[in-house]
């Protein structure tokens, strides 16, 4: 059986690991939240590529600490939840953001992200940022849209191009035969 100070010690170990893996990091009070809601919230995080985790503050201190990372001592007051964005920094952000909008007792701190802390204010310009995923989409956009309407002219003239020939063979047709050999 594990000693407690070896239970701690790969707790510290684990969220060091997911510090250390994620994109961004989203601190957030939660006070008064059921099981359920939680539960929710991480359903909703997996399925956009983060994680929610919950660990003693003075144990996130030690491993943040063991990362260099001292600025967010202040805001490891209370029940604090961590929010890690895994593939995309904005899309783990915007799901603890829609969260905190819809219920009351899920409260967004601060955050850690490009090595740094970033305030509330910061939190929340960056969970307004469009997604990696629609960021690409509107690049796509934007590189197929002249090429969309190169084709459309393209087949405007080829179109046209028939519609002329068409004409002309009706006319043909519709010619008397001496006239038309003439």
Same mark, same amino acid.
């Given at each position: 059986? &594990?000693?407690?100070?070896?239970?701690k010690?790969e707790k510290?170990?684990?969220?060091?690991?997911? /510090?250390?893996?994620s994109?961004a990091?989203?601190?957030?009070?939660? &006070?008064?939240?059921t /099981?359920?809601?939680m539960?929710?919230?991480?359903? &909703? @995080?997996r399925e956009?590529?983060?994680?929610? *985790?919950?660990?003693?503050? *003075?144990? !996130?201190?030690? $491993?943040?600490?063991d990362?260099?990372?001292?600025d @967010?001592d202040?805001?490891?007051?209370?029940? /604090? $939840?961590?929010v890690?964005?895994?593939r995309? +920094?904005?899309?783990?952000?915007? $799901?603890?953001?829609?969260f !905190? &909008?819809?219920?009351?007792?899920?409260r967004l701190i601060?955050?850690?992200?490009?090595?740094?802390?970033i305030?509330l204010?910061? %939190?929340?310009a960056? +969970?307004?940022?469009?997604?990696? !995923?629609?960021?690409?989409?509107r690049l %796509?956009?934007?590189? %197929?849209?002249? @090429?969309?309407?190169? /084709?459309?002219?393209?087949q405007?003239?080829?179109?046209?191009f028939?519609g002329?020939?068409?004409?002309?063979?009706?006319? @043909?047709?519709?010619?008397?035969e001496?006239r !038309?050999? $003439?």
């Amino acid at each position: 059986m &594990k000693s407690p100070r070896e239970i701690k010690t790969e707790k510290i170990d684990r969220f060091k690991g997911l /510090v250390e893996q994620s994109r961004a990091m989203i601190l957030a009070e939660y &006070k008064g939240l059921t /099981v359920q809601e939680m539960e929710g919230l991480r359903r &909703k @995080l997996r399925e956009v590529g983060g994680r929610l *985790t919950i660990v003693k503050n *003075t144990l !996130a201190r030690v $491993a943040l600490n063991d990362l260099g990372i001292k600025d @967010l001592d202040g805001d490891l007051e209370g029940q /604090v $939840a961590f929010v890690f964005s895994q593939r995309d +920094a904005v899309v783990g952000t915007k $799901a603890a953001d829609d969260f !905190a &909008k819809e219920n009351q007792g899920f409260r967004l701190i601060s955050g850690f992200f490009d090595g740094r802390r970033i305030s509330l204010d910061e %939190v929340k310009a960056l +969970a307004n940022l469009p997604s990696r !995923a629609e960021l690409q989409a509107r690049l %796509v956009g934007t590189l %197929v849209a002249p @090429l969309a309407g190169f /084709v459309g002219t393209l087949q405007a003239c080829l179109r046209e191009f028939a519609g002329t020939l068409e004409a002309r063979a009706k006319k @043909l047709e519709d010619e008397p035969e001496g006239r !038309a050999a $003439a």
